[in-house]
């Protein structure tokens, strides 16, 4: 069971971030991606202060909005101050950890988390936190339940906003030509990816969220040219990694969030190499006959 | 602590406090120094990757070599940066895969592949694992004298090569096209600057860790550069804000031990940016405000001189006083500011006070004349030269007197053959010399 | 005469640069106007000003009489190709499809009716065949005629295009052109920005000629005159060239 609960948490994650990655994908936004998954860390060391993580939901969506002041930040850097967009999201994102992480040691003794816990969380543990009804009953791992909801949060928005993702994610300027608001669809994408990291960050840290919202995505770029093809299989990218990863770090008795992010990795260099007609092999056989 | 143990520290008068300090400084200055070039070349975000890709070839050259020995580290980290730079490369050229993309692939990947190796060579490995985490959240605190020299060795000789190279650096980085053109082997430089900047990553993140490492390449230069457009002064910027935040980062962790020293290095870089942001001449908030300032003044001054040019002109009276309510008629204002443009004049000896009202002084008879003058140079300019509807120009001339300079006046003045009516049938007035 | 379109003293700068400056003209009802005028003279930034895409600095813009947003149903744009990202994993059918959003559909399904519209642009620009490729996969005049036919699936009563006509060989550019001519006769008004000198005498019945400021504005056989086509072209008015020096200079507002 405990391999169950484990591969599950980390497909619900690799699902919510497969979905979100592909479409950051496309606007160009990876880096922000990773950025803001690392400055959520001061939003969620406020939380842990001001409650203890798991108490209260209303913190989590406190938490993440770090994600929207580091998009906020970046672009007031990159338009108002006009410093280079590399630069802007650098500054930014380690301005912002290293906050959090100063709070985290000032605040040691009532926040509940540690440095490595940060960087590549503590997925085995996951089992382990229950939730029980009043009867006493478990029914499954606190996180599951929180990264399900995630999740389907997610699924709701992108389904329901399709259109509106499609066409500002392809062509802002002609969405906003059709009267289209299309910051509201930007900051909507950025809180959706700010709650995601910061409902993951207890279990797998920053790093493989990074992972999965950019690994699995990119994987399924290459191999697709539809974007519902390309969303579907980012998901499935995203599951097998965890699923590889799992085992991978059974094998080699190491860490299992680093184990997904290695195998997410693997298949993304599958992909890179051997994909037909383009793979860099396969060109480069064709090249040689 | 005591006010003592501040001065101590200050003063640099405790040895392991002068050896961490020497350590954070030389780093933060070094990693600044190469920093600048990445800066340059829009690539600073590739020094985030190959900070998180050192980690696995650290934990595989330990693996391997058995030892800690930092030049075995070193070489490991090289090599991996090296790998990650290549795979950043092969991405962007062989696929439909933009750089920032690349750039979190490989950040990723590698590091997921780091953790791997550390976590199995924690709970495999015989040798000893303590020490090598400190790559991932440095370890300023613990740094001996060995430490110290062995960076400063190597800061050392990252000087020797950027000083010499200095030149070709600063090419590529501006104009890559150009510096092909020109013969230079950029390929080789390019591989030089790389690898001189996984070697300063791959030692400052022993001063503030792999996540922060970034701050230490992008921050300084990303301040600096809003002081100046030189670019030697931006260099020598860049390296002394790495290095103040270097000796002030371990200051504030100083005075609370139980704090991590990576983090406030980094506190440090980002209030600076912040002072930049605020304070830089030119670029600054501060600056862009009083300009804006300034210039809001200059219009409300002029078009109060203006006023009483307007509201004189039919009688020829442009001299007799006026009173606040009697001037914003035309400029149609709040009173407050009327009084505020005069106050401003007042102290320019262009007006002066009469009782409850102002008269104009013959510096500022001249002075009105003038700005009336350009206004209708403009409109006229615009009607002849840029075929505008006459009911149009007064909005765009409105704004643009204040900004004609007396070489555009003198043009104007030629292009238009010398004229006396503007298009609304008003004279233009003539500067008397 | 109805106009169709109503510029009046329109201002835009970026970065305080000033790149249209007190430009004003009026195109009549049912015309197929063409922009022209050199590189960098601010004819994207003209139809970017129609569609509210940019900020202008002073001046109105009226469609049909109205301000934009009562009539954007009745507006279509086609942005310049560049600004295309060719890669992304999306087909002609799709993004014909989206001819038909608005921003009142944005969150249903597309019906019946889209799909017939959609097909029936794609029928007329002749790429029903490609209607399932990935847009990347595609010649340039191909590419380029997604784009119009996206346009022509919202049935529009205004056509706006940027340089429909470029990175398109002679046979694909008489097919765009005649497609235009089709709508113009339909009672539709086409708006081009073009490049090409001589086909632009050809093509359009009405002129706007650019360069920062509007050098001539009116029916082709009236305006593209020899002195015309020199003060387009022949660069920059010098003394226009110091001022928004200055304006950048100082940071000076371009109106008060
Ligand atoms: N977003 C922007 N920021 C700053 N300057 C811009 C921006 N867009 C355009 N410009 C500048 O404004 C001027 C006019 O640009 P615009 O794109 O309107 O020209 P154009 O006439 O369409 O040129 P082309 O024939 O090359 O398409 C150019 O000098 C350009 O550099
Ligand atoms: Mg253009």
């Known amino acids: 069971m405990t391999a169950f609960w484990i591969i599950f948490t980390g497909a619900l994650l690799a699902a919510s971030s497969g979905i979100l990655g592909s479409f950051l994908l496309l606007r160009k936004m990876a880096m922000i991606g990773d950025a803001i998954s690392h400055a959520v860390l001061p939003g969620i060391a406020l939380a842990y202060l001001v409650a203890g993580f798991d108490t209260n939901y209303f913190l989590l969506i406190g938490a993440a909005l770090f994600g929207m002041i580091t998009t906020l930040i970046i672009q007031w850097l990159d338009k108002r101050i006009k410093m280079q967009t590399d630069a802007s999201i650098g500054v930014t994102f380690t301005f912002l950890f290293a906050l959090g992480i100063i709070l985290i040691s000032a605040f040691a003794s009532q926040i509940d988390l540690d440095q490595e816990c940060v960087l590549y969380g503590e997925i085995a543990y996951v089992p382990l936190d229950l939730i029980y009804t009043a009867s006493g009953e478990s029914i499954g791992p606190r996180q599951v339940w929180i990264l399900g909801v995630n999740l389907i949060i997610i699924l709701i928005a992108i389904v329901a906003g399709w259109r509106g993702w499609i066409l500002s994610s392809f062509d802002e300027e002609y969405a906003r030509s059709l009267g289209i608001k299309t910051t509201i669809w930007h900051y909507s994408l950025m809180m959706l990816v700010s709650l995601t990291t910061v409902v993951s960050f207890e279990s797998v840290g920053a790093i493989l969220v990074v992972a999965f919202l950019v690994i699995p995505p990119a994987t399924a770029y290459l191999l697709s040219d539809k974007l519902k093809v390309m969303v579907v299989l980012s998901v499935v990218f995203g599951v097998l990694s965890s699923i590889m990863g799992y085992y991978l770090a059974w094998v080699l008795d190491s860490s299992i969030a680093g184990s997904m992010a290695v195998s997410a990795g693997m298949l993304f260099l599958l992909a890179l190499f051997f994909r037909p007609k383009e793979g860099i092999v396969v060109k480069w056989i064709k090249f040689s006959k | 602590m005591s006010s003592k143990d501040l001065i101590d520290f200050l003063l640099l008068r405790d040895y392991n406090v002068l050896m961490v300090v020497l350590g954070t400084v030389i780093l933060g200055g070094s990693a600044a120094l190469v920093g600048s070039f990445s800066f340059l070349r829009k690539q600073s975000l590739i020094g985030d990757a190959i900070a998180h890709s050192i980690l696995p070839g650290i934990v595989l050259a330990f693996l391997i070599s058995g030892s800690k020995n930092p030049l075995f580290l070193m070489i490991g980290a090289l090599i991996s940066g090296w790998l990650s730079i290549s795979l950043i490369n092969a991405i962007v050229n062989r696929s439909k895969l933009k750089t920032d993309a690349a750039i979190a692939i490989a950040l990723s990947f590698f590091f997921g592949v780091g953790i791997v190796l550390l976590t199995y060579a924690q709970h495999n490995s015989e040798g000893n694992m303590t020490g090598l985490d400190q790559y991932l959240f440095g370890k300023a605190a613990s740094m001996n004298s060995l430490d110290v020299q062995l960076f400063a060795l190597m800061a050392i000789v990252l000087f020797f090569f950027i000083i010499i190279f200095k030149r070709a650096f600063i090419l590529i980085s501006f104009d890559r096209e150009f510096a092909i053109s020109k013969g230079l082997n950029v390929r080789f430089y390019e591989w030089l600057l790389s690898s001189l900047t996984i070697l300063a990553i791959a030692l400052g993140i022993q001063a503030v860790g792999m996540i922060l490492m970034a701050a230490l390449i992008i921050t300084p230069a990303a301040s600096a550069r809003q002081w100046t457009n030189k670019m030697g002064l931006f260099m020598g910027l860049t390296v002394l804000f790495g290095m103040i935040a270097g000796y002030f980062g371990s200051f504030l962790s100083y005075t609370a031990p139980q704090m991590p020293t990576g983090p406030w290095i980094v506190m440090v870089l980002s209030f600076i940016t912040l002072i930049s942001v605020i304070f830089a001449p030119e670029k600054g908030i501060v600056s862009r405000q009083r300009k804006k300032r300034k210039n809001q003044q200059k219009i409300l001054i002029e078009n109060v001189l203006k006023s009483f040019y307007h509201i004189g002109e039919t009688k020829k009276e442009i001299d007799v006083k006026r009173s606040p309510l009697e001037l914003n008629v035309k400029l149609q204002t709040e009173i407050k500011r009327v009084i505020k443009g005069l106050s401003i004049l007042e102290r320019k000896k262009q007006v002066v006070r009469v009782g409850e009202s102002w008269a104009l002084t013959t510096e500022g008879i001249t002075e009105s004349r003038r700005i009336v003058r350009l206004h209708r140079l403009w409109e006229l300019y615009l009607t002849k030269k840029m075929l505008i509807d006459p009911s149009f120009v007064h909005h765009d001339a409105e704004a643009i007197e204040h900004v004609i300079t007396p070489e555009i006046e003198f043009q104007l003045t030629k292009e238009l053959d010398n004229p006396e009516i503007d298009p609304h049938h008003s004279r233009i007035p003539k500067i008397r010399t | ?256």
């Open chain 3, 1 to 256: 005469m109805k106009n169709a379109l109503e510029v009046n003293d329109l201002t835009v700068t970026y970065n305080q640069k000033p790149v249209l400056w007190n430009v004003g003209y009026a195109i009549p009802e049912g015309k197929m106007t063409g922009i022209i005028g050199p590189n960098g003279s601010g004819k994207t930034t003209m139809l970017k000003s129609i569609m509210g895409l940019v900020e202008p600095d002073g001046g109105s813009i009226r469609l049909f009489g109205q301000k934009l947003n009562k009539v954007r149903h009745r507006v279509s744009y086609v942005p310049q190709r560049e600004s295309v990202d060719w890669d992304f994993p999306i087909s002609v059918m799709e993004v014909v499809g989206m001819g038909r959003y608005t921003k009142r559909n944005l969150l249903g399904k597309q019906t019946k009716e889209d799909q017939d519209y959609a097909l029936e642009a794609l029928e007329k620009v002749k790429l029903l065949e490609f209607k399932d490729r990935q847009i990347s996969q595609l010649s340039g005049g191909q590419q380029q005629r997604v784009f119009i036919a996206r346009a022509l699936a919202q049935h529009a009563d205004f056509y706006i295009l940027d340089e429909p006509f470029a990175g398109v060989d002679a046979a694909s550019e008489a097919a765009i052109f005649e497609l235009l001519t089709q709508m113009k006769e339909e009672g539709k008004n086409v708006l081009v920005v073009h490049h090409d000198l001589q086909s632009a005498a050809k093509f359009f019945e009405y002129l706007i000629m650019l360069n920062t400021r509007l050098v001539a504005a009116g029916p082709t056989e009236e305006v593209f005159t020899e002195s015309n086509l020199e003060s387009t072209y022949g660069g920059q008015l010098n003394i226009l060239n110091s001022i928004g020096e200055q304006l950048k200079k100082k940071s000076f507002p371009i109106r008060e």
